[in-house]
T-cell receptor
Framework: DAKTTQPNSMESNEEEPVHLPCNHS???????IHWYRQLPSQGPEYVIH???SNVNNRMASLAIAEDRKSSTLILHRATLRDAAVYYC??????????FGKGTRLSVIA | DSGVTQTPKHLITATGQRVTLRCSPR?????VYWYQQSLDQGLQFLIQ???????AKGNILERFSAQQFPDLHSELNLSSLELGDSALYFC??????????????FGEGSRLTVL
């Protein structure tokens, strides 16, 4: 399975943008890049996914490097409710969702 | 609310016992996934079913089994329980089966404590 590397933790001030990086240097051409997050005491929640082009939705933006070996999840204005563990996951074909350790985001008021 | 329902929310039992966790997927979703989350192991994929058939298997112990019924609900059976089985068990569902390019919806989990 293609692996991802994320920082263990990050901190952000409330109402500021947050850029969460993910490295996936062994990504294959058919791998989709998915981001999920898990808020305290809740199940994981889908955030966004993409293949090659940058993607935007109501929750976040996903910026994918031209060589696809890295990506960045962008939260445009962090709120206290965005404090969670963020997982960057590669999915291809029949592989199920495999979670790594993710990045624990703390948001400071 | 993801639309995925898991019961029970909390369960306390003793070593050696057997428990059944139940999951009702979102209406229309054909795939069901089971995950285990413990403090030291993180989120571990256990097993996936699609329209009643097993599609993928992860780190599921032989003491554990699962099935998906014709009405698409799923049950995870855990037997000969050990202290180390204490964890949060999540169920997720998605519209499609493999290839897994879609969005998974997770339930709130069943917290199992084995004493």
């Amino acid at each position: 399975d293609a692996k991802t590397t994320q920082p263990n933790s990050m901190e952000s001030n409330e109402e500021e943008p947050v850029h969460l990086p993910c490295n996936h240097s062994t990504i294959s051409g058919t791998d989709y890049i998915h981001w999920y997050r898990q808020l305290p005491s809740q199940g994981p929640e889908y955030v966004i996914h993409g293949l090659t082009s940058n993607v935007n939705n109501r929750m976040a933006s996903l910026a994918i490097a031209e060589d696809r070996k890295s990506s960045t999840l962008i939260l445009h204005r962090a709120t206290l409710r965005d404090a969670a563990v963020y997982y960057c996951i590669l999915i291809s074909g029949n592989t199920p969702l495999v979670f790594g350790k993710g990045t624990r985001l703390s948001v400071i008021a | 609310d993801s639309g995925v329902t898991q019961t029970p929310k909390h369960l306390i039992t003793a070593t050696g016992q057997r428990v059944t966790l139940r999951c009702s997927p979102r209406s229309g979703d054909l795939s069901v996934y089971w995950y285990q989350q413990s403090l030291d192991q993180g989120l571990q994929f256990l097993i996936q079913y699609y329209n009643g058939e097993e599609r993928a298997k992860g780190n599921i112990l032989e003491r554990f089994s699962a099935q998906q019924f014709p009405d698409l609900h799923s049950e995870l059976n855990l037997s000969s329980l050990e202290l180390g089985d204490s964890a949060l068990y999540f169920c997720a569902s998605s519209v499609a089966g493999p290839p897994n390019t879609g969005e998974l919806f997770f339930g709130e989990g069943s917290r199992l404590t084995v004493l």
